[in-house]
């Protein structure tokens, strides 16, 4: 540690994080994620690497035979059962719209580290939380320098208000949403 591939290097209260060009691939040999967020604290020299990744747009599941549906209990939607496999991400509907993305984290000694994915249009993020405000830059993936941006920061664990506001190259606001609080869907 630190990865020679980082992309860019963060520090949670002393707690060094990177993120690095993803390495896992579906079984079509497609990115699971373009990024990795690598924690220092779970990846230790000798051991198996522990890391997280969001991916942009929606996952392709292509499905082998016809799947069998029935309803979803409680009546919210339905249930696809059968032989399937993921086979990529579909970013079209995602790409017209520089509002969508999408964001993980990890729990780290009284910290959150997120993960977020989002349109080739948004150059930074602004994060405000009750401790602070602060504005982090995107970044690309060398493979994919036009694609989907990429960025990590921390927040204090008990934040109750995460706003996440995704900006442009001008600055000027294009999306975002309390992160704190569940998302009505993905993106």
């Known amino acids: 540690m630190p990865p020679t591939n980082a992309l860019l290097a963060g520090d949670a209260?002393?707690?060094?994080?990177?993120?690095?060009?993803?390495?896992?691939?579906?079984?079509?040999?497609?990115?699971?994620s373009a990024v990795e967020l690598v924690?220092?604290?779970?990846?230790?020299v000798g051991a198996e690497w522990d890391t997280a990744g969001v991916s942009y747009g929606e996952t392709v599941v292509t499905w082998l035979g016809t799947p069998s549906v029935s309803p979803a209990?409680?009546?919210?939607?339905e249930v696809r059962t059968g032989t399937s496999r993921v086979c990529g991400v579909?970013?079209?509907?995602?790409?017209?719209?520089?509002?969508?993305?999408?964001?993980?984290?990890?729990?780290?000694?009284?910290?959150?580290?997120?993960?977020?994915?989002?349109?080739?249009?948004?150059?930074?993020?602004?994060?405000?939380?009750?401790?602070?405000?602060?504005?982090?830059?995107?970044?690309?993936?060398?493979?994919?320098?036009?694609?989907?941006?990429?960025?990590?920061?921390?927040?204090?664990d008990g934040s109750d208000v995460i706003e996440m506001a995704l900006l442009d190259a001008a600055g000027q606001q294009v999306g975002g949403r309390d992160l704190a609080k569940p998302p009505t869907g993905k993106g």
């Open 73 to 77: 209990p409680g009546s919210r939607g």
């Open 13 to 32: 209260h002393g707690e060094r994080y990177w993120l690095v060009p993803g390495r896992l691939r579906d079984e079509c040999g497609v990115p699971l």
């Open 90 to 156: 579909d970013e079209t509907a995602w790409l017209a719209d520089p509002a969508r993305f999408e964001a993980g984290h990890v729990k780290l000694d009284g910290d959150r580290i997120y993960l977020v994915a989002v349109h080739p249009t948004v150059t930074s993020v602004r994060v405000s939380t009750p401790a602070g405000a602060e504005t982090v830059s995107t970044v690309t993936p060398p493979a994919r320098p036009d694609g989907p941006r990429y960025a990590a920061f921390d927040v204090p």
């Open 39 to 44: 924690v220092e604290e779970r990846n230790t």
